[in-house]
């Protein structure tokens, strides 16, 4: 499967942003799907996940409250809805893939990548 990670940009902080990450190759449904980031200096880390049919999530503790995982099936897209954005949000945001069926929140968990979004979050 091939990712492509869309909308990032620059924001004040309390601002909001809608990420997406299109997928073309096998049949997306088949795919347990991830959000992570990275900032400059900084370990890429967790931010949510979401089953293959998109009952179950997951979040990092640090966006719980403010960031919505979803998947459209159909448009073979999931999305990440970030609100109430905050300076230390700033980073390059990842979109994973795996098969599987159980929620994971390693990157070494995941074998397919998006290429990254950049979010800048302004104070």
């Known amino acids: 499967v091939q990712l492509q990670a869309s909308g990032g940009g620059l924001v004040q ?20 799907m991830g959000w992570f980031r990275q900032a400059p200096g900084k370990e890429r880390e967790f931010v949510a996940a979401i089953s293959r049919g998109g009952s179950t999530t997951n979040y990092a503790d640090s966006v719980k409250g403010r ?21 230390e949000d700033t980073a390059v945001y990842y ?14 968990d995941y ?6 979004t950049q979010v800048t979050v302004s104070s």
């Open 13 to 32: 902080a309390g601002g909001s942003l809608r990420l997406s990450c299109a997928a073309s190759g096998r049949t997306f449904s088949s795919y347990q």
């Open 111 to 116: 074998g397919y990548w998006g290429q990254g």
């Open 67 to 87: 960031f919505t995982i979803s998947r459209d099936n159909a448009k073979n897209t999931v999305y990440l809805q970030v609100n109430s954005l905050k300076p």
């Open 95 to 108: 979109c994973a893939a795996r098969i599987a069926s159980v929620l994971a929140s390693q990157p070494t």
